[in-house]
């Protein structure tokens, strides 16, 4: 490996390669998270982030969000609230369930986590944060980890102090979305803030936000001396990303997917998903990693617009059919109706239900 980049750990949980993928809710659920292990060059995987009341409220869709591979692990359960006595109760059951790690949610923006006082809300509240982290720490004997933003407001970036309040109560992992939780997902992430956790903790510390491309990743890890990166919304356009940064740590000719494996990758998601779930929301599932992953293609826009026009199973298949062949073949796609040039923005965890 590259001497920048090595695995690291997680008390005895060896991260490696320590590229993670990045928490997003309504993408990173199993099935996805198996794609991307396949794909490969991922040392790290994190649920959706679970409601703790819908959780210990026996919500089936926070139950369903626990759920996970067993050739996924290393893997984390991320959950979010403000009730010190639901954040345990939460804990306690991801140990049980089998996760290897727990993380907190310390960043979602959306009004309705933040109101309960959780998510990027536990930022401007580090007593409750205190409470909540050694609540959780007396009752669970796996790893505590968080995910936390720069800050709540522009003017009130705080990532520093409390990635030390988090390593004072027993984190054994900081992660940073170098955002603030006013900036949303706007302008760029500040990874000088990773420079500075790393500098003050003694705990392992990982960047996110923005990565790309292989150079990116490997000028993140440079720049900050962080140990490991999470990358969100990069391995959605770009599914092997993992696998092709961990190739050029280890000085492998980079992976680079043929036509036929993008379609493979495709099928390969929507049989996932429709083992998993009923037919409408592995449909929408399908349309939102399409929308990513075929940015940049060859008559890729017009491709998404037959897809957002397809409500069957059938339709879906015979699109991916028709498009593949054709641009396999070097020949135009012709599609149905006007392309969409750009792919719906990501919901982020504005869709988040807090029940
Ligand atoms: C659709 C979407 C959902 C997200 N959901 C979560 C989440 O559940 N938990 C979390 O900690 N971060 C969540 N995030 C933030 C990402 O994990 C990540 O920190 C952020 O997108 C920046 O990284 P990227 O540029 O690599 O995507 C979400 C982001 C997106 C785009």
């Known amino acids: 490996m590259t001497p920048e980049i090595k695995p690291f750990k997680i008390r005895d949980i060896e991260i490696s390669p320590p590229l993670i993928l990045s928490p997003m809710a309504g993408v990173t659920d199993v099935s996805f998270r198996r794609l991307l292990k396949r794909c490969g060059g991922v040392g790290l995987t994190v649920s959706e982030f679970i409601s703790v009341e819908g959780l210990t409220r026996n919500n089936p869709k926070s139950k369903r969000q626990m759920r996970f591979y067993t050739d996924e692990r290393p893997f984390a359960a991320q959950i979010f609230g403000g009730q010190p006595e639901r954040m345990r109760m939460a804990a306690e059951m991801a140990e049980e369930v089998g ?32 409470t909540i982290l050694k609540e959780i720490k007396k009752a669970i004997t796996i790893p505590l980890t968080i995910k936390i933003r720069a800050g709540f407001y522009d003017h009130t970036i705080n990532a520093v102090e409390t990635a030390k309040l988090a390593e004072a109560c027993g984190v054994e992992h900081i992660a940073l979305h170098g955002r603030t939780k006013e900036q949303g997902y706007r302008g760029l992430a500040n990874w000088d803030l990773v420079k500075q956790i790393k500098e003050t903790v003694s705990v392992p510390v990982s960047g996110s936000g923005d990565i790309t491309t292989i150079d990116q990743a490997f000028a993140r890890f440079r720049e900050t001396g962080c140990d490991g990166v999470l990358i969100g919304r990069g391995g959605m356009a770009n599914p092997w990303i993992f696998r092709q940064i961990e190739d050029t740590m280890h000085g492998r000719e980079v992976f680079q997917p043929t036509l036929a494996d993008k379609r493979a990758l495709l099928l390969e998601y929507f049989d996932m998903l429709r083992e998993d779930m009923p037919i409408t929301p592995a449909i929408n599932r399908m349309k939102q990693l399409a929308g990513q992953f075929t940015r940049g293609l060859v008559g890729g826009a017009l491709f998404r617009t037959s897809l957002y026009h397809s409500h069957s199973v059938d339709e879906i298949l015979n699109r991916i059919e028709e498009y593949f062949t054709a641009i396999e073949a070097g020949l135009p796609y012709v599609g149905e109706g006007a392309p969409i040039e750009e792919a719906p923005e990501l919901d982020s965890c504005e869709a988040a239900t807090v029940s």
């Open 99 to 130: 996760a290897d790690i727990l993380d907190i949610n310390c960043g979602c923006p959306a009004p309705k986590v933040v109101k309960h006082g959780g998510g990027s809300g536990l930022l401007r509240d580090h007593e409750r944060l205190e």
